[in-house]
């Protein structure tokens, strides 16, 4: 069993920052890719961002592709969402998710995440 955990989030201004982190638990964390996922209210969940086990390959979401930054640090069994230039459209629950099987062309797919967090809710104001 694996519990994701995700804190960080809260209401700012449009222009201002938040960093998400996700804390994980139950499995080796650092051979899992880990994914990035929001969702507004009334809105289907879409994907934000990935990155594989290394931290090496990552993948974002047109919508916050140069605002948004994931990372992880294995030793201590996180993932990081880095949020700069926040606007009112990025005002969602985000959830983090982890992938069992490895990193490949469906990483943004919803279908391809096995383990989910609860998520955190970030709201940004005009």
């Known amino acids: 069993q694996v519990q994701l955990v995700e804190s960080g989030g809260g209401l700012v201004q449009a222009g201002a920052s938040l960093r998400l982190s996700c804390a994980a638990s139950?499995?080796?964390?650092?051979?899992?890719?880990m994914g990035w996922f929001r969702q507004a209210p009334g809105k289907e969940r879409q994907f934000v961002a990935a990155?594989?086990?290394?931290?090496?390959?990552?993948y974002y979401a047109d919508s916050v592709k140069g605002r948004f930054t994931v990372s992880r640090d294995n030793d201590h069994n996180t993932v990081y969402l880095q949020m700069n230039n926040l606007k009112p459209e990025d005002t969602a629950v985000y959830y983090c998710?982890?992938?069992?099987?490895?990193?490949?062309?469906?990483?943004?797919?919803?279908?391809?995440?096995?383990?989910w967090g609860q998520g955190t809710q970030v709201t940004v104001s005009s």
């Open positions: 998710a982890l992938m069992v099987s490895g990193w490949g062309p469906f990483r943004a797919a919803i279908s391809e995440y096995d383990y």
């Open positions: 990155i594989d086990w290394s931290g090496i390959n990552t």
């Open positions: 139950g499995r080796t964390f650092s051979n899992n890719s």
